[in-house]
């Protein structure tokens, strides 16, 4: 098979495409795919038509196929050029996915970019549509209630994905003028087993998600106090359409997928809907910032870790928002809620407070992330060297680190630290201890390592640069923060220890225990 697979577009809207689309569901059914609106076939056997889709596109052959070079955004024209969404954030290979486009262009075409290692080039072109004709989509509407921006846009193509690999994607909107946007897609696995699982992180992707005028952080007049009280995935993401995972994620996937250990791949909105996901994985790996999670997200991977799956944050300010998954008018799970300081306005305060849409370590329901990740997020901003203290831990084997070593603005720009007084599991172990100063304070930044009763090994880095250091002195390091090829060097093999090693199994069993050294330190 060649490095490119083109595929006819379905234009129009829902009901334009109806007929297009039962002939789409019938060859699904043949090839025993799962598609978008398969609800009405067997279940039965679309999930094991689905799983055995999965099974002949497991990330590994992927490694040392031939890339594509040419998939970065070359240029991003006005805000209006043309941007989009899709409508779900993963699919399982073989199922439908619809795209909404707007774009000022007579035309546009689609392009699939697998992120992976592909010898250097780091994406590959899976699939690409042909001419699509392009038109202004009309202005989004805000629930004024929740202040949600949604566009509610029609639908301009929907395709399938047989023989896509299980991976992350960008889906490059190219219009015939020559501007470019990013949709993120995540093709998910079915099954995890002996598989080291990267959890992506699209509600924190939207969380951030300005387009239209709002966020869960502000809202158009730039206050706080404007902010969205829920956001919906039916509108396009901001800046490039992929900022956060371009930033946070990406350089993750690369080395993991060049280090060519089994993986498989998820986000935590699937996670939050079927524990199942995680059965018999090795690992879980959360990527560089996920802030927003889920109750049941957050139950399912503490499940994962009791029966032994080794789980590693790759970041800062992790599992520390609880939010709510709600349906509306284009389908279920599409709106985030969080209320964040005004969660006594949320309709769940008074009848369930397990639900309420605040920070996990405040009431009602109380439970600090610390409990799962080992340490406690703390504060913004800071700038501040990574200071290694256990320099002879296995983590670092081969970095050539003694006790003392920094790495200039390695911890930034939020940050985590093992708190006094906030439950953290143990035997733990501090392997890093990293004084900063915020806004004023001085304090610590901790990277901690512990092992659970089942043998998992949990890891935290306690702080959101650590996959941006991946990228430091590189033509991709964009926001790189004056971190120096040392830097990436020293997190690169860091890194590769911990995922070889969390590959392997319960690390308690074939990596050292933990020295716990809390109160020392």
Same mark, same amino acid.
């Given at each position: ?18 007929l297009r689309r039962r002939t789409f569901l019938e060859a699904c059914a043949c090839a025993g795919l799962v598609s978008a609106a398969a609800g009405a076939c067997d279940r039965s056997h679309a999930v094991h038509g689905t799983r055995a889709a999965a099974a002949a596109h497991r990330p590994e052959a992927e490694r040392d196929r031939p890339g594509t ?19 779900? *954030? ?21 392009? $699939? ?9 780091? $994406? ?8 699509i004709p392009g038109s202004v989509q009309p202005e989004p509407y805000l629930l004024s209630g929740t202040r949600t921006v949604r566009a509610d846009w029609q639908r301009s193509l929907s395709f399938g994905t047989a023989h896509w690999p299980e991976g992350a994607y960008l889906l490059r909107l190219d219009t015939e003028d020559g501007h470019q946007r ?7 696995? *079915? ?15 939207? $969380? ?65 809907? @079927?524990?199942? *996901?995680? /059965? ?86 109380? @439970? ?112 790189? /923060? ?17 995922? /070889? ?21």
């Amino acid at each position: 098979m060649g490095p490119e697979r083109r595929e006819t577009p379905r234009h129009g809207t829902e009901d334009g495409s109806a007929l297009r689309r039962r002939t789409f569901l019938e060859a699904c059914a043949c090839a025993g795919l799962v598609s978008a609106a398969a609800g009405a076939c067997d279940r039965s056997h679309a999930v094991h038509g689905t799983r055995a889709a999965a099974a002949a596109h497991r990330p590994e052959a992927e490694r040392d196929r031939p890339g594509t070079p040419d998939w970065r955004i070359r240029s991003l024209g006005p805000a209006a050029a043309v941007v989009g969404y899709a409508d779900r *954030v993963s699919v399982t290979p073989g199922e439908e996915c619809g795209l909404y486009v707007s774009t000022t262009a007579p035309s546009f075409r689609v392009s $699939a970019f697998r992120v992976g290692w592909y010898g250097g080039a780091e $994406a590959r072109l899976v699939w690409s549509s042909g001419r699509i004709p392009g038109s202004v989509q009309p202005e989004p509407y805000l629930l004024s209630g929740t202040r949600t921006v949604r566009a509610d846009w029609q639908r301009s193509l929907s395709f399938g994905t047989a023989h896509w690999p299980e991976g992350a994607y960008l889906l490059r909107l190219d219009t015939e003028d020559g501007h470019q946007r990013y949709v993120p897609l995540i093709v998910r696995s *079915v099954q995890s087993t002996g598989r080291t699982v990267l959890m992506h992180a699209p509600t924190t992707w939207q $969380a951030y998600n300005r387009w239209g005028g709002y966020s869960l952080y502000e809202g158009l007049s730039g206050e706080y106090a404007t902010r969205s009280l829920a956001v919906s995935f039916d509108r396009p993401y901001d800046s490039d359409g992929a900022e956060k995972f371009m930033v946070y994620e990406r350089a993750a996937v690369v080395l993991a997928e060049r280090l060519g250990i089994p993986l498989a791949y998820t986000t935590g909105m699937d996670v939050h809907r @079927d524990p199942q *996901v995680l /059965h018999g994985a090795t690992a879980v790996i959360c990527l560089g910032h996920d802030e927003y999670w889920t109750p049941e997200q957050r139950r399912h991977i503490t499940q994962a870790r009791d029966a032994g799956t080794n789980l590693a944050f790759l970041g800062a300010n992790t599992c520390f928002r609880r939010i709510r998954l709600e349906g509306d008018g284009t389908g279920p799970e599409r709106t985030m809620v969080c209320y964040k300081s005004a969660f006594r306005a949320d309709p769940r305060y008074a009848t369930d407070p397990s639900q309420v849409t605040t920070d996990f370590r405040q009431a009602p329901g109380a @439970d600090p992330e610390s409990s799962l990740t080992g340490v406690l997020y703390e504060g913004y901003p800071v700038d501040a060297p990574y200071v290694v203290h256990a320099a002879d831990h296995w983590l670092y084997e081969g970095t050539g680190v003694r006790p003392g070593d920094g790495f200039d603005h390695l911890v930034g720009v939020e940050y985590d630290r093992v708190t006094p007084g906030a439950p953290v599991p143990e035997p733990l172990e501090i392997t890093a201890h990293s004084p900063v100063v915020c806004n004023g304070v001085r304090s610590s930044s901790d990277s901690a390592y512990y092992t659970a009763h089942s043998g998992a090994g949990v890891f935290a880095t306690g702080t959101m640069r650590w996959v941006e250091a991946l990228m430091a002195e590189t033509p991709d390091g964009g926001r790189d /923060h004056g971190m120096d090829a040392r830097t990436r060097a020293f997190v690169t093999r860091t890194t590769e220890n911990l995922l /070889h090693a969390f590959a392997e199994g319960p690390a308690a069993h074939h990596r050292p225990a933990p020295r716990p050294n809390m109160t020392q330190v």
